[in-house]
Every structure is written in structure tokens, then in C-alpha cells.
């Protein structure tokens, strides 16, 4: 291929070039562009090819970024100069920048980028293989046993020698890889070095290109996550007037850590029919977060919460965590005898009111400890509204009862609790007279569990769990 210009981007610079006289590739690192006296059948006057001597163009292969393959038949050996012309017609020339090789000569070199590990991050403490390929230019039979010696750090420098690998055979102009195994100490960033044919027991051209020079990243042992989570405290407000449920979980995750993953809810509902809580509502496993709006059903009552956490290894917390709420409609009404039950949970100087509007015709105001206790109660004639105002002693669970006096009475509860008031005592409930207050609550408290008792255990994130069908 004739051309009239040789030039490069850049300023003039030596080059690497070896020439093998009838076969084999040449290899070169430059950036030449040629512009042809006519267009190339592709298209374009200026291509990236090495003209040689004064008209001889060779073919080339491209290798890489930094290399083409070129044979340079017909030339005799010795070396050859350069001159490079830029567009502005400025030239430089390099003396003996390329030779030419007998048929028989060789050379063995290599890329750093050859120079590898397995992994694209080792680890300390666990095995792996240091990689090598070696590459041949030249030749007329092929090498055996060509040794590879590996170092952590420069052989120079008192580098540890890792181990030798061998290549079997490695013909003319042919590459091949061996490997050597390396089990890292430590971690860090670490050089790593190949040095080919280490005794020079195989004659070069060039004996200065055997050593190859590249890095290994090591991590340190991260220790198998088998610690579960803990689900440290579940945040509800004592009392949601809304279907939508805000819910805060605060957990974490003992070393070793591999991070909070999800979050399971499992929404316990009171039943007073059987006296007993029951699993309604499943969130399934969702992706963790401080916060979560659950959906409960249109029940009023108490909820029990029941919340696992997962780690990102899969490790589910063990116990639960529990939290609870009770979900109080905007507007509810009962039959003759019936009452809807609700849960609090007080400490002592707890301040818990109650306040009961009932719109028609009469309902009740009670409040009974765990053992069926009466604490207080409001029984106002008809419509009057009720009101609870009371003052824990003891911390333990209460339940508020709204009691049905009469047929259909239509409410809205609203129950508030101030922590640590600084109010003494249990003021004293008044039954006017037209009720007479009941003594006993309408269920028996002292056998109604305060907390569910868990139903299963759950095997895994991905185990299924199968729960009985509950109709109302």
C-alpha cells in the first residue's frame, strides 16, 4: 500500500519495534497515521500502519490499543531508522528504531495486564491461582518447559517468590499461560511480578522485556453472618382512628453484620366470641425500614403486632417484637348487651382518659384490670356523655369496655394517655342513679391472654406459612 506521510499526534517518541525477517508479527507501540496518495477501497486517506524503509508498507493485525502484528518479509536483518513527517511538514527521524531478526531468532515477552489473579478480589486466607500468559515472537520450533517465576513484590527488592509455573510448549509466534497457587495473608493492594524464562536458558533477542509487573486487590475475612437480628422496640400510637396504621421498628444487627434486610408483620386480632387473639392480616416480608403503614381491617378492638426482622444472610430474629394498637372507628354502635373491647398498656403515674360521645340512646364507660378488677366507670343517663379519668398505680394492661344500656347507641370513643403525671391516686368513678354499675366485665378477663401465643415458628424467608382459615 503506497504512501507519502507518516506522522503522529504527538510528539516523537521512541519506539519498541521488532521485525521478523520471512514470518511472524512485528510489534510496535505507536500512534502512526498514514495518509494515502488515494482513498483506501474503505474509505479515508489516513490509516494507522508503520511504513519500513523507504517505500515498504507492511499488512498488519491489530493486537491491541498499543500493538499491531506486521511480518516484514524480503528484509535482511539488521536495524532500520524512522522518520516521521507531521502535516505541518515538520519530520523527526529515530535512528535504529526497529530491527530486523533472522528467521530463527525469538523473543518472549508479555502485557501487565496478563498478569493476573482468579478473582477480581481475593480474599484473605482463601486460595486462588496467579495467572500468566506469555507470548512468543519469532522462533522456528517450538520452546518447551518455559519457566514463569511469580513474586509478591519486585524480585529486585527482596520480593517473596510465590512459585513457578511451566508452559509444556509455546510454539514460534504463539502464546500460552501457566499459573502458580497463592493463598493471600493479608489484605491490602499488593504488587504482584512474573518473571519468563528467570535463568535465560533460551536465547533473546531481547532480554529486557521478561518482567511483568501488575496488582492484586485482597479483602479481609468477612465473617459468615449467622447472628440473627433484634428487633429492639415496636412504635404504635396506643390508639388509630384511620384503617392506615403508622408503624416504627427499630432493630439491629450483631456483629458480624450483614445488614437489616426485611421486615415481617404478623397483626393479631382480639376475638371476645373465643376469647383469643388470632392472626388476620400478613405483611409477607417486606424491605426494612424504620417506618411502615400497615392496613388493618375495619374492626374496632385491639391489636396485637408481632414483628420479625431479617438480615441481608437471611438469619430471622428470634424472639419477635411485639407492639400493639387498637383501632377505634370514627363513628360505632353495639346492640343491647353487647360491648366492643379495647387495650391499654399503663405504668404507674400513667394519666388514662376516656371520653365517650354517644350521639343515641344510652352506653357505658368501663375500665377493668387484667384479673377483672373494675378500676373505673362511667354510667351517665342517656345520651350524657361519659367520661373516664384515672390514675394508674401498677403498670399492667387495662381494658376500656364500652358497654350497649340500650338498643343501637351510636358513639365515638376517644381515649388519651399522659405519661408520668404528676396526679396521685384513682379519682372515684359516681354511677348516677338510674344505672346500677356492673361488677363484672361481660367477658372473663382472668382466662383472655393479654398477648396471643405464637402459632408457628417461621422456617425461613422462603418457607411458606400456612395458617388456618378464620371467618367471622
Avoid at 199 to 221: G, K, Y
Wanted: with cysteine; proline share 9%; hydrophobic share 40%.
Amino acid at each position: 500500500m503506497p504512501a507519502t506521510e507518516l506522522y503522529r499526534k504527538t510528539k516523537l517518541a521512541a519506539f519498541h519495534i521488532i521485525c521478523v525477517m520471512d514470518k511472524g508479527p512485528v510489534a510496535y507501540r505507536l500512534e502512526d497515521v498514514v495518509r494515502l496518495r488515494k482513498p483506501h477501497a474503505c474509505g479515508g486517506f489516513e490509516w494507522r500502519v508503520v511504513r519500513l524503509g523507504a517505500d515498504r508498507v507492511l499488512s498488519t493485525t491489530f493486537g491491541s490499543s498499543s500493538q499491531l502484528f506486521a511480518h516484514a518479509p524480503g528484509l535482511p536483518p539488521g536495524s532500520y531508522d524512522l522518520t516521521v513527517t507531521n502535516p505541518n511538514g515538520y519530520a523527526g527521524a529515530l535512528a535504529a528504531a526497529y530491527r530486523v531478526l533472522g528467521p530463527a531468532a525469538t523473543d518472549l515477552y508479555g502485557f501487565p495486564y496478563e498478569l493476573t489473579s482468579a478473582r477480581l478480589q481475593e480474599v484473605v486466607g482463601t486460595g486462588t491461582w496467579l495467572l500468566c500468559v506469555v507470548h512468543r515472537l519469532g522462533g522456528a520450533a517450538p520452546l518447551t518447559n518455559v519457566a514463569v517465576d511469580f513474586y509478591l513484590g519486585s524480585p529486585n527488592r527482596a520480593g517473596q517468590k510465590i512459585g513457578r509455573g511451566l508452559i509444556a510448549s509455546l510454539a514460534p509466534n504463539g502464546l500460552a499461560g501457566t499459573q502458580v497457587a497463592w493463598t493471600p495473608e493479608q489484605a491490602g493492594s499488593f504488587e504482584i511480578y512474573a518473571v519468563i524464562d528467570p535463568e535465560q536458558q533460551i536465547a533473546e533477542s531481547n532480554e529486557t522485556n521478561n518482567t511483568l509487573r501488575s496488582w492484586v486487590t485482597v479483602a479481609p475475612v468477612t465473617p459468615v453472618d449467622t447472628a440473627p437480628p433484634v428487633v429492639n422496640a415496636v412504635n404504635a400510637a396506643p390508639s388509630y382512628y384511620s384503617t392506615q396504621a403508622p408503624v416504627g421498628v427499630s432493630a439491629s444487627d450483631p456483629a458480624p453484620s450483614s445488614g437489616l434486610g426485611w421486615l415481617y408483620f404478623l397483626t393479631w386480632e382480639f376475638v371476645p366470641s373465643i376469647n383469643d387473639w388470632l392472626v388476620m392480616e400478613e405483611s409477607g416480608w417486606l424491605p426494612y425500614a424504620p417506618g411502615t403503614v400497615l392496613r388493618v381491617f375495619d374492626w374496632p378492638g385491639p391489636r396485637f403486632l408481632e414483628v420479625y426482622a431479617a438480615d441481608r444472610a437471611k438469619n430471622v430474629s428470634d424472639p419477635a417484637g411485639w407492639g400493639y394498637f387498637n383501632y377505634i372507628p370514627p363513628s360505632d354502635f353495639l346492640l343491647t348487651g353487647e360491648s366492643r373491647w379495647y387495650l391499654f398498656a399503663l405504668l404507674p403515674g400513667d394519666h388514662f382518659q376516656a371520653d365517650l360521645r354517644i350521639n343515641w340512646p344510652d352506653a357505658d364507660l368501663y375500665l377493668w384490670g387484667e384479673d377483672g378488677t373494675r378500676h373505673a366507670f362511667s354510667a351517665n343517663d342517656g345520651s350524657a356523655a361519659e367520661r373516664i379519668d384515672f390514675v394508674a398505680a401498677a403498670d399492667g394492661w387495662y381494658w376500656l369496655e364500652v358497654y350497649a344500656y340500650a338498643d343501637y347507641p351510636s358513639f365515638f370513643l376517644s381515649p388519651v394517655i399522659t405519661a408520668n403525671t404528676a396526679r396521685t391516686g384513682q379519682p372515684a368513678s359516681i354511677a348516677p342513679a338510674a344505672h346500677t354499675p356492673r361488677t363484672a366485665p361481660g367477658i372473663n378477663l382472668a382466662q383472655a391472654p393479654v398477648a396471643p401465643s405464637r402459632v408457628y415458628r417461621l422456617p425461613s424467608i422462603e418457607g411458606k406459612v400456612f395458617l388456618p382459615q378464620v371467618t367471622r
